[in-house]
């Protein structure tokens, strides 16, 4: 057995790519206790960086510290561990996930250059990954609206934590016990399995209610949270807050599926990335 109920702490990561990252990045933390997670912080990445600093790199650093720095953590990134098949390999020497991840870096010089890469490889077309397509995830890894995540998700996050061994990416690694475990997950696709995808991101009253309504139902389907962290994702229009608390619900799920999961998934998707949702 790789997990055992309350042996790590759970981070859900609300991730951007965004020059204005530091606001946009969300994380909520907790441990799961006989079957419930409870969730006991909830804050923008702005929070743990050294100095106040507010620019993209010194954000992603401290995004960095904090997973080499949570011990036996388990983190659910929302972005991309990935590409599509047709477009992992092509046109380089890699053979596997890790030689595609660790050359990422020297490969695109910019978010924009990887987009473009992408959109020459499947001109007129935006491939997806074959768990995109599982969970119904909104787009495409270098959709216009989600290319900047996958970019710097993997140039900025994976890549450097891959290349020291400083922490273990599933289910394309094998976990190690001793090192913190990130995990692929998507809030839309959880929503969308648990019946709650609504528009809940604006500052509109209605916007307000769903947020409202969408905690309250995921209390019920197994966390617990103090009324200040509710508050906060109440009150955070643009949703981050509330979609890093569904990050981390994703995972409390996953983990109980770990073990079945290393036995049973097929190839494509040790090299494409796999959601847990």
């Not at 473009?116 to 969970?135: I, Y």
């Amino acid at each position: 057995m790789i997990y055992t109920e309350g042996q790590r702490r759970i981070y859900g990561v609300d991730f951007s790519g965004s020059k204005t990252a530091c606001n946009k990045i969300w994380i909520s933390e907790g441990i799961v206790n006989e079957g419930i997670l409870d969730i006991s912080a909830c804050y923008p990445i702005s929070k743990v960086v050294a100095g106040g600093a507010k620019d993209l790199d010194s954000c992603l650093l401290a995004m960095r510290s904090l997973i080499k720095g949570s011990g036996k953590g388990i983190f659910g990134m929302d972005f991309p561990f990935s590409l599509p098949h047709p477009l992992l390999f092509s046109g380089n020497n890699d053979s596997d996930w890790r030689s595609f991840i660790t050359a990422f870096s020297g490969r695109y010089s910019s978010a924009e250059q990887f987009r473009e890469d992408m959109r020459s490889l499947a001109p007129g077309s935006e491939l997806k990954r074959l768990t995109d397509t599982e969970v119904k995830a909104p787009f495409c890894v270098y959709n216009l609206r989600l290319y900047r995540q996958t970019y710097f998700g993997i140039r900025e996050v994976l890549s450097p934590l891959v290349t020291e061994d400083s922490a273990r990416v599933l289910p394309m690694q094998e976990p190690a016990s001793d090192k913190p475990w990130l995990i692929e997950v998507c809030p839309a696709s959880t929503l969308k399995k648990e019946g709650l995808y609504i528009p809940y991101k604006g500052r509109s009253f209605r916007d307000s209610e769903a947020r409202e309504y969408i905690l309250e139902e995921m209390l019920d389907r197994g966390i617990t949270l103090s009324p200040l962290i509710r508050e906060a994702a109440h009150k955070n229009a643009d949703g981050d807050a509330l979609d890093s608390i569904i990050a981390a619900f994703a995972v409390s799920r996953a983990v109980k599926q770990l073990d079945l999961l290393r036995e049973s998934l097929p190839q494509i998707y040790l090299t494409e990335g796999y959601t847990f949702f």
